[in-house]
């Protein structure tokens, strides 16, 4: 399950939007889209679903999450509310094991989502893909596990404790917690660097957010 919103200007990636621009940050997100629509599909292994943060879908969205996407509202409360409530919804349609992501990650890849569901297979409880921000870019569970233990009302999101406050929550609970591979994710200009390097070791990596960074950047793609 991905979490995202429209991409509208002002709306989506406020903080980078300081540094770079609104509108800048605006494509750079829409691309960041793009890239994972395309590339965390596995019919055959897993269902895609977009939780989308508007009381419908906007037009960005549904151009670009097609079929298989399946579109489904988070409704309000706090993002850890919301979160929850995704897992239940993801479980009352028969889904068990669930991963959920943000999408500021755009080199996520299915590759990852491989190496979540096998961590849940292989009876870990809870699985996350730590941001080196201290955050996480991917969380996910067994169909065992209450979300409201790994999504507690105490979590500091969007901030270096994140990661530490979820885990501290489910570990409580008694619940096995993994750390899989890290993902970067996306919030500030110097997090862009991050990112840009990545794109040298695999060139089939995001490829429309390497075309956007690249034009932010004013040079060639790498």
Excluded at 7 to 21: D, H, Q, W
Excluded at 52 to 72: H, S
Excluded at 159 to 178: C, F, N, T
Aim: proline share 8%; net charge negative.
């Amino acid at each position: 399950m991905l979490f995202a919103r429209e991409p509208v200007p002002g709306l989506v990636k406020t903080r980078l939007a300081r540094e770079i621009g609104a509108a800048a940050a605006t494509s750079l997100y829409q691309a960041f889209l793009t890239d994972l629509a395309a590339c965390l599909t596995s019919p055959a292994r897993w269902d895609a679903v977009l939780a989308y943060a508007e009381f419908e879908p906007g037009p960005a969205l549904l151009a670009i999450f097609r079929p298989p996407w399946d579109l489904v509202p988070q409704g309000e409360g706090s993002l850890g509310e919301r979160l929850a409530r995704a897992v239940v919804r993801a479980r009352m349609e028969g889904r068990r094991d669930v991963l959920v992501a943000g999408s500021d990650a755009p080199t996520l890849t299915s590759e990852d989502l491989s190496e979540g569901f096998a961590a849940l297979a292989e009876n870990w409880d809870v699985v996350y893909a730590p941001a080196p921000d201290g955050g996480f870019s991917l969380v996910g569970m067994r169909g065992s596990v209450d979300p409201a233990a790994v999504f507690p009302a105490g979590v500091r999101w969007s901030s270096p404790h994140a990661l530490a406050d979820s885990r501290r929550s489910a570990e409580s609970k008694g619940y096995r917690v993994r750390l899989i591979s890290t993902v970067p994710d996306i919030d500030e200009i110097a997090d862009l660097w991050s990112v840009e390097a990545l794109f040298g070791s695999d060139p089939d990596l995001a490829p429309a957010t390497r075309r956007a960074l690249s034009t932010l950047l004013g040079r060639s793609a790498v």
